[in-house]
């Protein structure tokens, strides 16, 4: 099975991904959540109770705008369009809370339309948060006061491809799935497979500056932007005249990772590269965590660079590879994965075995890739368990790595710990630069009475080791609410004085996501 041969993903409300392939823990996994004090919570999801929503007035302008046919108030709409995908939003969501639910969920169909309505929401102070398949994990949907929810699920063409020059034009509203067997159709693939890839769409990529697992060989996806547009309340901005240019800032720097607080971007221009014929996945065995990280950095700063290269540390490896004959007759130690895109490149197997890498052949390799996308299914069988698992991520440069990977180690642990609920903590490289890397930390442990609040705790403390140590507080997941406070102090006030003017000239009414990224004035 390829990327484009996944369906789009509707993702239901409070669960990840497709209802009717849902996974079961083995038996041996419920076993072992025991063993860290984990316990069956008593009482099930509660269901959300309705509150008033838009005035007769607000309703009249939003369905001048895209008729009423593309304004939907009811519960269900709206509770499925609250918050977004972070074990608290999903805790919070299993609990009935509302207080996020947008009053409204509009659907546009058009740039123009959009533009419209951002012009009629600005002029009567209604806040907007846009969405764009729903998969912020940071806080990025839920907006500090009333606002309704723009989705813009119905700008999902493919609008030109230039063979040319290499790029396709994307409307925001195409979900990675069908990005990609709209590409495979002319020979192409963007090349972009996020592990949200079955429910984020374009859109959401700009906006977040999202990465995917096959960044070595194709790049993040702000690297494939070669341009866009944006639609704000005062008017639109479209950048991306020549793949480079020296005519001042570039702007699409400043929109991609702007999280919709300066405006909606309706499509995006992106390089795109012919498809591969074939694809080749294989584990590689280090001896430790320190060893691995070496031969990475080899190949990241010597080359050859394999598509995807990801590390797992001790920890994760002996989680995911239960099996220790995969690693050699049970001596431990971690595994990489590589994988190509194209003819195999014998020129990366040699690095990585004068670094001490044992090839493990395809067999690691194609277990992690028939389930990279099926992981993020675990987290629900685990919620109903009654296990607390959540995800932090950060990036530093290479020399910085090891202390870094340490002390958010040290810090979750400890936080709880301290809680009474000691962690499982997993950590690895997903993403690798010449001057350095990124860092994925799993945390499993039980729940307190409040996990909400047991997992910010342990959030904050990971967010000042993160800042201690130098890394940066987000790699790909964003900034949105939760990361709000670290971003600002990494950025320094004046900066954060300059992008709250870029807001103010874009969005003189502070309607455009309230509270996301930036605090509202």
């Keep these: 099975m390829t990327e484009s041969d996944l369906s789009v993903v509707h993702l239901t409300p409070g669960r990840w991904g497709d209802p009717a392939h849902p996974v079961e823990l083995p038996a041996a996994a419920v076993g072992a959540l025991q063993h860290l004090g984990v316990r069956r919570p008593a009482t099930g999801p509660v269901d959300p109770v309705d509150r008033p929503g838009l005035t007769d007035e607000q309703l009249g302008f939003l369905t001048e705008v895209v008729g009423a046919d593309h ?45 419209a309505l951002l012009a009629a929401c600005s002029s009567h102070h209604l806040a907007v948060v846009p969405y764009s398949g729903g998969t912020s994990v940071v806080g990025g949907l839920a907006a500090e006061r009333r ?180 690693l050699g007759g049970g001596s431990g130690g971690v ?28 067999g690691p390799g194609e277990l992690w890739r028939v389930g990279r996308y099926r992981a993020p299914y675990l987290r629900d069988p685990l919620l109903d368990e009654g296990a607390l698992v959540e995800t932090l991520e950060t990036a530093g440069f290479w020399s910085k790595l090891p202390q870094l ?13 301290d809680q009474g609920t000691p962690p499982l903590v997993l950590c690895h490289v997903s993403h690798v630069y010449e001057t350095g890397a990124s860092l994925y930390f799993t945390a499993i442990c039980a729940q307190t009475d409040d996990p909400v609040a047991q997992w910010r705790m342990a959030k904050a403390a990971a967010s000042a080791a993160i800042a201690a140590a130098g890394g940066t507080i987000s790699h790909h997941h964003g900034v949105g609410t939760d990361h709000r406070d670290a971003y600002a102090a990494e950025i320094g006030p004046l900066a954060v004085e300059a992008l709250q003017a870029v807001k103010k000239a874009l969005d003189p009414d502070g309607v455009m996501n309230p509270g996301i990224l930036l605090t509202s004035s």
């Excluded at 369009?81 to 546009?108: C, E, F, I, N, Q």
């Excluded at 996020?194 to 500056?209: T, V």
């Excluded at 595994?335 to 395809?362: C, H, S, W």
């Design 335 to 362: 595994l990489a994965i590589v994988g190509f895109d194209g003819p195999y490149n014998a020129k990366t197997a040699d690095v990585l075995t004068a670094t001490g890498g044992q090839n493990l052949g395809e």
């Design 71 to 115: 304004v939907k108030t009811d519960l269900e709409t709206r509770w499925g369009h609250t918050r977004g995908y972070s074990t608290p939003d999903l805790l919070r969501h299993r609990a009935g809370d509302t207080t996020d639910m947008p009053d409204a969920v509009v659907y546009p169909g058009s740039h123009a339309e959009v533009q």
């Design 405 to 417: 990977k340490a002390a958010v180690t040290e810090a979750v642990v400890k936080s709880l710990t």
């Design 147 to 326: 606002f309704i929810t723009v989705d813009v699920q119905r700008l999902d063409q493919l609008v030109a491809i230039d063979e040319v020059s290499r790029t396709a034009t994307l409307q925001a509203g195409v979900r990675g799935p069908a990005a990609e067997a709209l590409l495979a159709e002319r020979g192409y693939t963007l090349g972009h497979f996020p592990q949200s890839y079955e429910g984020a769409s374009i859109g959401g990529y700009a906006a977040a500056r999202s990465s995917g697992q096959s960044s070595a060989g194709y790049g993040r996806f702000d690297q494939m932007v070669v341009g866009l547009t944006l639609a704000t309340p005062r008017g639109t901005i479209e950048t991306g005249r020549a793949p480079m240019s020296a005519a001042g800032p570039d702007l699409r720097q400043l929109v991609l990772g702007s999280e919709g607080a300066f405006g909606i971007i309706t499509s995006v221009v992106v390089r795109i590269r012919p498809r591969p014929a074939e694809r080749h996945f294989e584990g590689w065995r280090f001896e430790d965590f320190s060893s691995g990280l070496t031969a990475i950095r080899r190949l990241a700063q010597n080359g050859p660079l394999p598509t995807v290269l990801r590390l797992s540390d001790e920890a994760e490896t002996a989680v995911n590879l239960a099996d220790p004959d995969v």
